[in-house]
Every structure is written in C-alpha cells, then in structure tokens.
C-alpha cells in the first residue's frame, strides 16, 4: 500500500534550511555513520517538493547544465513541484508542477507512485499541508547537531501528542533518527 512519508534532516531547534533556504549547516555535519537514505529511497516511487526545494537542488547540483545527474539522484521517478512560478526543468527530468492544494492532486501523486510510496522531500510547510489534507503517514527526522537562529521550521503546524506515535530512535553517527507514524 502506497504510504506518503516525510523524511528530512533538521537542526536541533526545529529548521529544515537557512533564511535563504540553504542546507549548506547540513553538509557541515560530519557524515560518518550518518543514515543511509539509499534504502529509503528504494521505497519511494514519487518524489513531491516545493519550489524553494526545487530550485535549491537545481542550483545546488547544477542540474540545469548537468542534466545527467538529475538521473543519479531521482532516477526515472516523477517529481512533484509545488509552486506558483514557472521554473526549469533539466533535460530528461520527469518533473511534473502543481499549482494549489495537494488534495486535489492525491490520487495523481499516488498513482505515480505506484506500489511504491511517496516522499515528501520538503519543505516544512508542504509537509504541514499534506498532514492537513489526512494524506501523511509517517514522518522521518534526521536530527543534526546544529542549531539555526532562523530558516524554514521543520512543521509549522500545531500537532498534538494524540497524531503522532514514536516507532523509532535510533543513532547514526552525529544524527538521531526519529520515526513518528501519523494517526488519522
């Protein structure tokens, strides 16, 4: 059964990316033993995010002129980008924009996932909107030993202890892992 995960890497106090939506504080943490998202990756037949996201990655990756490693990271999965702005797509990229609420575009997202399920790379707030649409099943936090002083929070939503069930934490390396499950 197709489940909707949102996995992400956060700081100590609550950030996903810098103000000016950076991951940058997380490519400073030290990577040894830090979580193997390969197998998590194998589970995920759609990838969803949001255009700061997007273009994050796009920039990051230098994906508009080296269309290739669009393939090493997303494979041949489509991508679901959020946004009102039009925006490139790298050559060969399955990349698929949405305008408006996510739950107008459920069962299309889950049809292209497949068997498989899908990833909510992020942001915050696209993650937030998918739990207010009843859509999230679970949600993956790779806490960093960082902190920010401001950026994207993690979830800027109010969720009681009643939503959420802790099924794991485990360490990897500097990061903890924590994997909640989402009560409907």
């Known amino acids: 059964m197709t489940r909707t995960v949102y996995y992400t890497a956060t700081t100590l106090n609550g950030y996903v990316a810098d103000p000016e939506h950076s991951l940058a504080w997380l490519f400073a943490v030290d990577a040894q033993g ?3 998202i390969g197998p998590f990756m194998n589970t995920a037949g759609v ?4 255009s700061s996201t997007y273009e994050w990655v796009l920039r990051e990756e230098n994906l ?9 990271f ?8 959020f946004t009102s702005r039009s925006l490139p797509i790298p050559e060969g990229a399955d990349v698929r924009f949405v305008n408006g609420p996510v739950k107008p575009v459920l069962t299309h997202i889950r049809a292209a996932a497949g068997e498989l399920d899908v990833w909510v790379v992020g942001g ?9 649409a009843g859509a999230l099943d679970a949600i993956v936090i790779n806490v960093a030993p960082a ?7 993690l979830l800027p939503r109010d969720i009681g202890p009643d939503k959420l069930s802790l099924r794991s934490a485990l360490q990897h ?3 903890a892992q924590l994997t909640y499950e989402v009560s409907k």
Request: proline share 9%; charged share 20%.
């Open 34 to 36: 830090a979580p193997d």
């Open 47 to 50: 990838f969803v995010e949001g």
């Open 64 to 72: 508009l002129a080296e269309p290739a490693k669009w393939q090493q």
């Open 74 to 81: 997303y494979g041949t999965r489509p991508t679901y980008v």
């Open 124 to 132: 915050g707030d696209l993650a937030g909107q998918f739990l207010d």
């Open 147 to 153: 902190a920010l002083r401001a950026g994207a929070p």
């Open 173 to 175: 390396g500097q990061f």
